[in-house]
């Protein structure tokens, strides 16, 4: 299956032609999309019927040569990926985009692609590094102050978490002669006590953290997502922080990661949510609240069982779709209302158009985790796959956070006028609403999801509407109050700070779980 | 532990001090390089790595040749850090176009005032 493979280079190969396609640039990008889509497509199709698939890239099998493997997770965002990228696509039609623009995406997507199909620790530095840079270049790519200093303070503290990361990997060199993961792994189960495994870890864990949205070591998050243009703010949220997560679920089914994905998990959704809950700029708090849904994710990775880590990567699939829903939806109000200010956009909401009202109300129904829409099945799968009464009630409480936090839209949830909104961008948003219902439908049916029981579900969506009142209600007792939280930990050197103090904490966790 | 590793983990802390108290951003990026540069340092000076011979050619034993893993290694990061750094540089370039500043602090401050405004 030389698939695998084929899908970095094609999208590497269309994008040099991007820079020299001139006019018919954008007919080059929707036909990598069509041929990239076929590709996933029988991709997914070999894995669902056969399971995961090895390839080793120049014949070179084990721990000498690159191995890539595409199993459940791969698919998963494999797929996540094709959609969001036809979404940008659709959305930034209307825009007259230069080469550039296409040609960065498409390495970006190659980054992507390659990454969910890494099984050594050198591959995945190589790629979540050329992933991050084209990132950087996007948020960049108007040029205005905030995004070029928001993109600037990404840079150095990715740059820090893989340095972080490529002295774990040099860690692990050292002990098992390999980077790969399968080698680190037969490694790790031989002598589990071995002191260098907890050292490893922690900073493989820290470096890779830094990119997947873990609220402690992502500080540039909040600023990078929320100034960057809508549809690379989808991107980013959507996909790009989704890898790191990816890596982050490979880290843990090596190393005994489970009670520090607990803690981190439990801190990020936390944190989040709070902070989206006392945010005033509607991209800011989505930006927040990609924080705060990574933490559930952390959460069902922490569980450490297979069937809870697939559950986990459902949902990181769930918030991509409707993450970017939101930011396209906050993209074309913000351009209607002429500010993305929260209470500007209330007194103004005669004027957001039927487009962003849909995707809000779609977007915010499924992160709220009302059924029947993507958030309730992938948070129920969540639920359904075990884990501690403490796990259930950690999900509880981030879930009445998330609906407290949204609460405060709810005057923008409304099906306006029309009005003038581009037709490629219109299509995004139906997409992406089509995508989040049809998921959501669909979830029960998919492989691995027997868990999901139809009489428990009645007892889920109950217990989610009672959650999402419980927030509502936290939110109206709390809206008068206007409590600012210290802004000092996003600067670039508290940012610094704190990536080096979660490291430290995440090495005593380790040390504590042995 | 070779003289290497040592030096290396030095270097890491070092810069990792620099990039915090440094407020200048073109001395953040040097930090930035010396971080990279550390990385690559413990990467080819790992004790698994020892060796002076050229892994390459006729009748070079295993147990004197450099391995050559981690040269491959330090090439590829070689070539991302630098990419990453050129990029770094041009961030600083046109905020500097901006702000007439490269102290980390006020370009924060101006930033907010003007998100704020």
Not at chain 1, 70 to 82: F, K, P, Q, R, W
Not at chain 1, 451 to 462: I, M, P
Request: proline share 4%.
């Amino acid at each position: 299956m030389m698939l695998v493979a084929a899908l970095p280079v094609l999208h590497l190969l269309s994008a040099a032609l991007c820079t020299v396609a001139g006019r018919a640039v954008r007919w080059v990008a929707a036909g990598t999309w069509l041929a990239g889509a076929s590709v996933v497509a029988a991709i997914d199709v070999a894995v669902i019927q056969s399971g995961a698939i090895r390839v080793s890239v120049g014949g070179w099998a084990g721990r000498w040569g690159i191995e890539l493997v595409a199993d459940e997770a791969s698919v998963a965002l494999l797929s996540l990926l094709v959609l969001l990228h036809g979404c940008v696509l659709l959305h930034e039609s209307a825009a007259r985009r230069r080469g550039s623009f296409y040609a960065l995406l498409q390495v970006g997507v190659a980054a992507a692609s390659a990454v969910t199909v890494s099984n050594d620790l050198f591959n995945l530095f190589v790629l979540l590094d050329l992933l991050t840079l084209v990132s950087y270049l996007l948020v960049g790519y108007e040029r205005r102050p905030q995004q070029l200093w928001a993109s600037l303070k990404y840079l150095l503290l990715a740059s820090l978490g893989m340095g972080l990361f490529l002295v774990g990997g040099a860690v692990v060199y050292e002990h098992t002669g390999s980077m790969n993961l399968g080698v680190l792994r037969e490694a790790v189960a031989a002598a589990p006590d071995a002191p260098w495994i907890g050292l490893a870890g922690a900073l493989l864990l820290a470096g890779a953290g830094v990119k997947a949205g873990i609220f402690v070591l992502s500080l540039w998050l909040p600023a990078a997502h929320a100034v960057a243009p809508p549809a690379i703010s989808a991107l980013l949220s959507g996909v790009v922080v989704k890898m790191g997560s990816l890596c982050v679920l490979r880290l843990a089914s090596v190393f005994p990661l489970a009670t520090a994905l607990t803690v981190l998990g439990l801190v990020t959704g936390i944190l989040g949510a709070l902070y989206a809950l006392f945010e005033k700029d509607l991209k800011r708090m989505l930006a927040f609240h990609t924080l705060s849904q990574i933490g559930y994710a952390l959460l069902a990775f922490g569980v450490g069982s297979p069937a809870a880590a697939l559950a986990g990567v459902a949902y990181l699939v769930a918030h991509g779709v409707f993450k970017a829903l939101l930011f396209i939806g906050a993209g074309i109000a913000a351009d209607a209302a002429g500010s993305s200010r929260i209470d500007v956009l209330r007194v103004r909401r005669e004027r957001i158009p039927l487009a962003a009202g849909v995707a809000l109300l779609v977007g915010t129904v499924s992160i709220v985790g009302l059924p029947p829409i993507a958030g309730f099945w992938a948070k129920g799968l969540i639920t359904a796959t075990g884990g501690s009464t403490f796990l259930h009630a950690a999900l509880a409480l981030l879930a009445v956070g998330t609906a407290a936090s949204f609460a405060k839209l709810l005057p923008l949830l409304r099906l306006g006028p029309p009005g003038r909104v581009a037709a490629g961008r219109r299509a995004a948003v139906g997409v992406l609403s089509l995508g989040a219902v049809l998921f959501g439908l669909t979830l029960p049916f998919w492989p691995g999801s027997e868990s999901l029981r139809v009489g428990k579900l009645l007892a889920d969506a109950a217990r989610s509407f009672g959650l999402a009142a419980a927030g509502g209600l936290s939110f109206f007792l709390l809206r008068r109050r206007s409590i600012r939280l210290p802004r000092g930990a996003f600067f670039l050197e508290e940012a610094v700070l704190s990536v080096l103090l979660a490291f430290l904490v995440i090495v005593a966790l380790l040390g504590a779980s042995r | 532990m070779t003289p290497g590793v040592v030096v290396a983990i030095l270097l890491f802390g070092l810069a990792t001090v620099a990039l915090v108290l440094r407020r200048d951003l073109v001395f953040k990026l040097l930090a930035l390089g010396m971080i990279n540069g550390s990385t690559v340092l413990l990467l080819v000076s790992l004790p698994r790595a020892h060796g002076t011979t050229a892994p390459i050619g006729v009748g070079v034993l295993p147990t004197t040749a450099a391995d050559p893993f981690p040269q491959a290694y330090v090439l590829a990061a070689i070539v991302i850090n630098f990419a990453l750094l050129a990029l770094a540089l041009v961030f600083v370039m046109l905020l500097v176009e901006r702000y007439h500043t490269t102290d980390a602090r006020r370009i924060e401050r101006l930033v907010r005032e003007e998100e704020e405004r």
